[in-house]
């Protein structure tokens, strides 16, 4: 992959990260857009940072899996799934922002 392929491939998948992340918060929390980690967390018993790693180790397992045979995925796309490792690492940076109370200078 050369220089420019790399910079083209980190545009077109930030793009698409923003544009999942716009259109899935709808589905999966109120006007607090973390909320589905802090009731999920509730609900397990983990903090809402300690809900959103699960569900990264998750997707982690989920492309082990799929990286590891030649069979094609039945529902959502290896591209899919990485995009979504992507994002909620983005979440889980949002999380700790969060509960430092936006303390944390960039």
Known sequence: MTIN????????LTKRMHNTIISKRGDYATKDVL?????AGGVCQLSP???CLSAIATKVARLGVLLS?????NNESI???????????????????DRAGSKIIF
């Not at 909320?35 to 009731?39: G, T």
């Open 49 to 51: 940072e300690m809900q």
């Open 79 to 97: 591209s899919d799934s990485v995009l979504d490792l992507a994002n909620y690492a983005i979440l889980l940076d949002m999380l700790i922002i």
């Open 69 to 73: 045979t030649d069979s094609r995925p």
């Open 35 to 39: 909320s589905n980690f802090k009731v």
């Open 5 to 12: 392929e790399q910079d083209n491939r980190f545009s077109v």
